[in-house]
């Protein structure tokens, strides 16, 4: 504790240090008299709202789409084959007097609208509501044996049986089940501006998230079942935050709340197995709350030094009632040590930063960033079942993980000329741990920039980074049953040396030609770790070009490919994993018509794989997606107020997937899945959309 | 390199930073600017050449908050167009056809302007909280002026707009863009997102420019299910959520930077199954493996982000 506080000290002094010479030098402004050179405008060529207040759009769009598939239509909520309809507008209202009003909606029609209004008097008072609504469709391939929500059954007359192969029913007992969740959200806000000083902000967020899920659990040690499990979240945060402004000093004081609950206490099933245990039970995610105080604000009175800060108090409290240790009435535990966790988490972040313009050409900046969360839980000891089934009296304290987190980064920038840039700097971080293997780890890095401007057509920047991560030792967290390997050095809290190396090119050819190129390679080695990840390589490159051939024709394209690879050690084993991902993008715009006719075409293309290899046993087969997406579009202006526009959309994905690929709901004699395959489809969609502007 | 060796590096460093900050030499640009003196009509010099037909129109600012004339606040309530683009001096003096005018301020990435004066124009209203962090910010470090991205004059400011946003983001980003195209990713694609839900451009003090207090905090604002504290807490998870997940896209499911079970026997090799190699041998077309295959290691250990089950330690229940 001693040597934390006296770093603390040492770093802050150091901060101090960068900024003490100016700290006397206060700014100073050149008051204009702007009443006397005002005095004789008369704005009288300005626009005068009292003639046209409301200005906006709406549109109408049907279309069409070829195909089911819960892929394609996974966040646009175009899942189903069929027509659609849609809707969208956006309207502005604006007054002499200051009073403005913005409508807005989106995705009406479809299963993702977004409705939005804004508005007020301009300097007094805002108001703003937002609606939205986000449908995941995860999964449309699903098939269980299960009915029901918190409590899922099998049917009447389900066979039991020790593997799966046995369930002589599940054929006929089948049924689809399809995975989706749909996420609502309605913020309320509201904003009061009741000085030059100060201003006063408040605002109410509901969330919904409701739906299915897929998840899997375990009968005793060997046998499980995947269920389509509910899922009923909401979520309301109440915030409130004072703004205070003068010149050369923001501050805000904000109080957060925020509150999560879950319909759902539990998640029971029924055993398909033919163990003791009839049925099983499964905790959710227990209601929690958040309270947090959160004070920010900068100071930019002295001349060339900025100062800035953070400091954020916030708790985590939990106290949901504890389900049983089992529902299996075959086993006895002894009593719950408590019957709720009464679990309070501490969270404290601190930033402060420093920005100093030593010269023109010259700046400094320092970040110092504290964060811990003091995990204040009580322990106890809890003697457990195991998955319902196994009973040995084997019992464990709970870990009430806690972590303090330090981190310093000082940089500094130079401008030789308008030509070349050079910046460096370096960063130090600490992260210490309660109740893990490590309890320091300890990170220094250094880094270094050039960009370089070679004239108005050219410039490019080299970054190279070096870091460097070391533990203080590494225990094996003795309460843990069966213990680690010893061996073990989790990626988190493994020695590590990294090395970056960042490279980008820009080029303006001409005015109508520009195209980026910017490739990185970041390389990781944990050679001192003997079981875990040892090494981790990335490199990806990717350029970008836009080319206006003139005012009618314009064409833009990008390409990008990835490499992420990574070596890891098990016991008697080493694998390899080699992930490659390229993306290709091309689009066109041709104005046939000026100012009446406009046609384009966007083509994307997402690829990638995944090789897993292992030291020992048969190749995998490549885990592979490919998706492929052309969009062509036409814009026809019927008349200043009129406009159609239709587009068709053809896209083709095709993805490989050995985790589910032939495997059917029995295909494992101990898990009883829901039989997903990996999602494949060709897809053809087309929209006419009828736009009004006025 | 041992900690104390590190800390060696570091302390130098800082030291040779320290000792160029007193050695620099500050190069103080030496351009003399025309003298200027401002419009005797304010808004009405300038409108009447900048109107809808001339090749700068302006008149889109009158829809705006920056041309609103009530609001003290507002540019157009001050010094109206003179405000931001300083006085007009000479460039109202009409010239011949084929002339070039006498320059005013002007904004943007091919602006003659220096971006320094033209972000000063900005913040000399915007230093507000949200931008408090600007200077020494790495978009403040790329030389970007607050044109390269928004538009004041225009009816909105296309940074207000998801779809335009995320495009003008990924015009730079063309890593993220390729992430975001990626099978499992966060729906920017889709509109749904923006990257500002996540980050705040004008900069943090936070890594990656975060606009919470932390990566988890932030990822809790949709993800409160998972924001505990609970009784059985997966470590890593109230560590830090990127530990295995990649937020801007992945090619495996959920996010993943990988998939288990090698995923998981990253940081688990205890004796028994979390130890043992599995293999092509455990395919559908050998003997089908429930350590591998379905949700692998989640066939059993559901509760990766931590259970409130009494009986949940090691994740089951």
Redesign the interface.
């Known amino acids: 504790m001693k040597q934390r506080c006296y770093r603390q000290f040492a770093l802050i002094s150091?901060m101090g240090?960068?900024a003490w010479p100016v700290l006397a030098e206060t700014q100073t402004d050149d008051k204009?008299n702007?009443d006397d050179?005002?005095k004789?405008?008369?704005?009288?060529?300005?626009?005068d709202?009292s003639e046209k207040q409301w200005?906006g759009f709406f549109s109408f769009g049907l279309g069409n789409v070829s195909n089911d598939s819960y892929k394609f239509g996974?966040?646009?909520g175009l899942y189903k084959k069929g027509t659609y309809l849609n809707g969208e507008f956006?309207s502005?209202y604006?007054d002499?007097?200051?009073a403005?009003w913005n409508l807005r909606g989106?995705?009406l029609g479809l299963e993702?609208p977004?409705i939005g209004i804004e508005g007020g008097r301009?300097?007094l008072y805002k108001l703003n509501l937002d609606i939205?609504q986000?449908t995941?469709y995860t999964l449309d391939t699903s098939r269980t044996p299960y009915s029901g929500s918190t409590t899922q059954t099998l049917p009447g007359g389900w066979v039991p049986a020790a593997s799966t192969a046995g369930f002589t029913t599940l054929a006929t007992d089948l049924h689809d089940v399809n995975i989706s969740t749909q996420?609502r959200s309605m913020k309320l806000g509201g904003e009061y501006i009741a000085s030059?000083q100060w201003s006063y902000a408040a605002s109410f967020k509901h969330?919904t998230k409701e739906g299915n899920r897929?998840?899997?659990?375990?009968f005793g040690f060997?046998r499980?079942v995947?269920l389509s499990a509910p899922v009923d979240?909401t979520?309301d945060d109440l915030e409130f935050k004072a703004?205070y402004?003068q010149t050369g000093f923001?501050g805000?004081i904000a109080l957060l709340h925020?509150k999560?609950e879950?319909t759902n206490k539990y998640l029971r099933w029924d055993n398909a197995y033919d163990t003791p245990a009839s049925q099983?039970?499964?905790?959710t995610?227990?209601d929690?709350s958040?309270h947090q105080l959160?004070l920010?604000?900068?100071y930019?009175g002295f001349k060339d030094v900025?100062l800035?800060g953070?400091f954020?108090y916030?708790q985590?409290?939990?106290n949901?009632v504890?389900?049983?240790?089992?529902v299996n009435g075959a086993l006895a535990p002894p009593a719950?040590p408590t019957t709720s966790?009464d679990?309070?988490?501490t969270?404290i972040?601190t930033?402060?930063?420093a920005?100093w313009?030593?010269?023109?050409?010259?700046?400094?900046?320092a970040?110092f960033?504290h964060?811990e969360?003091n995990?204040s839980?009580a322990r106890y000891t809890?003697t457990?079942?195991?998955?319902?089934d196994v009973f040995t009296g084997t019992s464990?304290a709970?870990?009430?993980?806690g972590?303090r987190q330090q981190k310093l980064k000082?940089?500094?920038?130079?401008?030789?000329?308008n030509q070349i840039?050079l910046?460096?700097g370096?960063q130090?971080a600490t992260?210490n741990?309660d109740?893990?293997s490590v309890e320091l780890t300890?990170e220094?890095s250094?880094w270094a920039r050039l960009k370089h401007r070679l004239d108005n057509k050219l410039q490019y920047s080299v970054k190279a980074e070096l870091s460097?991560r070391?533990i203080?030792n590494y225990n094996v967290v003795s309460e843990?049953v069966?213990?680690?390997?010893p061996?073990?050095r989790?990626?988190?809290m493994a020695d590590r040396?990294g090395n970056k190396l960042e490279f980008n090119l820009s080029v303006a050819a001409t005015d109508a030609l520009s195209m980026?190129f910017?490739s990185?390679v970041a390389q990781f080695d944990y050679s001192a770790t003997t079981?875990?990840?040892t090494k981790s390589d990335e490199f990806?490159a990717?350029?970008?070009i836009q080319y206006l051939v003139n005012k009618d024709l314009s064409f833009s394209g990008?390409v990008?490919t990835?490499n992420i690879k990574?070596e890891?050690a098990?016991?008697?084993?080493t694998?390899t994993?080699d992930?490659k991902?390229n993306?290709l993008g091309l689009g066109g715009s041709y104005q046939i018509i000026e100012n009446k006719l406009k046609v384009g075409l966007d083509y994307?293309h997402?690829g990638?794989?995944?090789a897993?290899n292992?030291?020992?046993?048969?190749?995998?087969?490549d885990?592979t997606?490919k998706?492929d997406s052309l969009a062509l579009h036409a814009d026809y202006r019927i008349d200043k107020n009129l406009s159609v526009k239709g587009t068709y959309q053809y896209e083709k994905y095709d993805?490989k997937n050995?985790?589910?690929?032939?495997?059917a709901v029995n295909?494992?004699?101990?898990?009883l899945?829901l039989g997903n395959t990996a999602p494949n489809y060709k897809i053809g969609v087309y929209w006419l959309t009828l736009r009004y502007n006025y | 390199?041992?900690?104390q060796r590190?800390?060696s590096?570091?302390v130098g460093?800082?030291a040779a930073?320290?000792l160029?900050?007193f050695c620099?030499?500050?190069?103080?640009?030496n351009e003399k600017q025309p003298d200027r003196s401002?419009s005797?009509?304010?808004?009405?010099t300038c409108?009447?050449c900048h109107?809808e037909d001339n090749a700068y129109p302006v008149?889109p600012i009158?829809?705006t908050?920056h041309?609103?004339?009530?609001?003290?606040?507002?540019p157009?309530a001050?010094?109206?167009c003179e405000t931001c683009h300083g006085p007009v001096g000479d460039h109202q003096i009409a010239v011949k056809e084929g002339e070039k005018k006498a320059p005013i301020r002007a904004f943007g990435t091919k602006a003659w302007t220096p971006v320094a004066e033209q972000n000063g124009v900005c913040l000399s209203c915007h230093?507000?909280?949200h931008r408090?962090?600007w200077?020494?910010g790495p978009h403040e470090?790329e030389?970007m002026a607050c044109a390269s991205c928004h538009v004041i004059h225009a009816?909105?400011d296309p940074m207000r707009d998801s779809v335009a946003q995320v495009e003008k983001c990924m015009?730079?980003h063309?890593?993220q863009?390729?992430e975001f195209?990626?099978?499992s990713a966060h729906?920017i694609r889709?509109?749904?997102m923006r990257c500002t839900d996540c980050h705040n451009p004008h900069g943090t003090?936070?890594d990656k420019l975060v606009n919470s207090?932390?990566k988890n905090?932030l990822c809790?604002t949709?993800h409160?299910?998972?924001?505990?504290?609970?009784?059985?807490?997966h470590?890593?998870v109230?560590?830090?959520c990127t530990?295995c997940h990649s937020p801007h896209g992945s090619?495996?499911p959920a996010l993943l930077k990988?998939?288990p079970p090698?995923l998981c026997?990253?940081?688990?090799?205890?004796?028994?199954h979390p130890?043992?190699?599995?293999?092509?041998?455990g395919?559908?077309?050998?003997t089908?493996?429930?350590f591998?295959?379905?949700?692998?290691c989640?066939?059993?250990h559901?509760?990766v982000h931590g259970?409130?089950?009494?009986?949940?330690?090691?994740l089951?229940?």
């Open positions: 150091l240090f960068v204009l702007i050179i005002t004789s405008w008369k704005c009288k060529y300005c626009p709202f200005e996974e966040f646009n956006n502005l604006r002499n007097e200051g403005y989106d995705n993702s977004n301009q300097g939205d986000i995941r996420r030059s969330q897929p998840v899997a659990f375990g060997n499980s995947t979240f979520t703004n402004q923001n805000q925020s999560f879950n099983g039970q499964a905790g995610e227990p929690n958040k959160l920010s604000g900068n930019l900025q800035t953070m954020s916030a985590l409290s939990q949901e504890f389900l049983p240790y089992t719950l966790l679990g309070k988490v969270v972040n930033n402060l930063a920005h313009q030593y010269s023109p050409a010259q700046a400094w900046h970040v960033e964060s969360q995990n839980t809890y457990y079942v195991r998955a319902d464990r709970n870990f009430p993980y972590f000082i940089d500094t920038d130079y401008k030789f000329d840039r910046s460096g370096g130090y992260v741990r109740y893990q300890q220094t250094l460097d070391s203080d843990v069966p213990p680690d390997n061996l073990m989790k990626y988190n040396k980026n910017s990185d079981i875990g990840l990806s990717g350029a970008d990008f990008h990835t990574s890891q098990g016991t008697t084993w694998a994993n992930d991902v993306t994307v997402a990638s794989s995944a897993i292992l030291s020992t046993g048969s190749p995998f087969p885990l997606t998706r993805e050995w985790y589910i690929d032939n495997v295909t494992l004699s101990d898990v899945t | 390199m041992n900690s590190s800390r590096v570091v460093f800082i930073l320290i160029t900050n620099a030499i500050a190069a103080e640009p401002f005797s009509k304010g808004a009405d409108l009447k109107d008149l009158f829809k908050r041309g609103n004339r009530v609001d003290p606040r507002s157009m001050q010094l109206q230093s507000d909280l408090m962090n200077a020494g470090k030389n009816r909105q015009s730079c063309i890593n863009r390729a195209n990626r099978t729906p889709y509109g749904k003090m936070t207090t932390s905090d809790y949709c409160t299910e998972k924001r505990g504290p609970l009784l059985w807490t470590a890593p109230a560590e830090d530990l090619l495996h990988k998939q090698l026997q990253s940081c688990h090799a205890a004796s028994g130890s043992a190699a599995y293999t092509a041998d395919l559908p077309s050998g089908p493996d429930r591998l295959l379905g949700r692998s989640l066939n059993c559901s509760q259970s409130n089950h009494p009986s949940g330690v090691k089951l229940r």
